[in-house]
């Protein structure tokens, strides 16, 4: 097996004090972000290899296994299944299985006033909010969301995940991250 570990696979978000030029506009960002429900999973550095992940994504299927949807594959010979629990466990982002995965359009409109957001909803566009959330949206979109790369807009469920990193409020961002895998395994 060819363990070629790929560096753009292994970025964390580097939520250190920010420099002295930016001091003043983010640091409140910052610390914000680590207290959130999301900060381990932002600054976790786990070790990943490229044919490690081709393995799984080959081989990946979803199934029903005791009532609960799975994905199952197979790397190096070995038997993997992914649950929402395990994405719970592994990325510790302190959500129950009963926390919401959607937010009511009225509460996300009423909340884009507070990001300064100038354009039309839905899809949030990352150009139109201002300066100090375009990070956060920015970590965001690199670091919680399946868009691959060009893709500057949050769909309104990355939308309401956003919301509730900005809220702290409760967001079952497991069952997020587990549909988003579930879709890639579907292709």
């Known amino acids: 097996m060819d363990l070629k570990f790929i560096a753009s696979h292994n970025q964390v978000a580097y939520l250190a004090p920010p420099p002295v030029k930016h001091k003043q506009l983010f640091t409140s960002l910052i610390k914000g972000l680590n207290t959130c429900r999301i900060v381990h999973a932002l600054q976790d550095n786990p070790v990943v290899y490229e044919s490690l992940i081709r393995d799984f994504w ?4 979803v199934e029903i296994i005791e009532g609960k949807g799975t994905i199952a594959a197979e790397i190096d010979g ?3 299944v992914v649950t929402e ?12 299985e009963t926390d919401p995965i959607e937010l009511a359009a009225g509460t996300i409109e009423a909340i884009l006033p507070r990001l300064s957001y100038e354009g039309r909803f839905p899809p ?3 150009k139109f909010v201002h300066p100090y959330w375009r990070l956060l949206l920015h970590m965001f979109l690199l670091c919680m969301t ?7 807009q949050l769909n309104t ?16 961002y497991s069952r997020y991250i587990f549909e988003a895998m579930k879709r890639n395994a579907i292709g």
């Open 58 to 61: 080959k081989t990946a299927k």
């Open 78 to 80: 070995m038997k993997i």
């Open 85 to 96: 629990q395990v994405i719970r466990d592994v990325l510790q982002f302190n959500d129950q």
């Open 124 to 126: 949030l566009v990352k």
């Open 146 to 152: 399946e868009n691959r790369g060009g893709i500057d």
């Open 157 to 172: 469920t990355q939308t309401a995940a956003l919301i509730c990193v900005i809220t702290n409020e409760p967001f079952n």
